[in-house]
């Protein structure tokens, strides 16, 4: 069983930034495939973006150059470093953690971007 919480949600304005954290327990942190995932009112949940244990990472089209993911795996936890904010990110954040035979999901954290 892994154990994943979020954190660091919040209301900004537009233009603004949040770093969003997530602690994930276990030992093999380092092996996890870590990603974020949103839900915004009315919409499927969606990748923002995943970060490998070997250090790739991906980001859906909407974000790149403004969201960075990264990890410490001394902490066992992943960051979404999220710039530039816009109304349109508002939504919940999930973070999952995937191993080979299963994910495991938080609870999210609410984003609200607005003036």
């Known amino acids: 069983q892994v154990q994943v919480v979020e954190s660091g949600g919040g209301w900004v304005q537009p233009g603004g930034s949040l770093r969003l954290s997530c602690v994930a327990s276990g030992t093999f942190f380092r092996l996890y495939t870590m990603g974020w995932y949103r839900q915004a009112p009315g919409k499927q949940r969606e990748l923002v973006a995943a970060l490998t244990g070997d250090g790739s990472a991906n980001y859906a089209d909407s974000v790149k150059g403004r969201f960075t993911i990264s990890r410490d795996n001394a902490k066992n936890t992943v960051y979404l470093q999220i710039d530039s904010l816009k109304p349109e990110d508002t939504a919940v954040y999930y973070c999952?953690?995937?191993?080979?035979?299963?994910?495991?999901w938080g609870q999210g954290t609410q984003v609200t971007v607005s003036s």
């Open positions: 999952n953690a995937r191993i080979p035979t299963y994910t495991y």
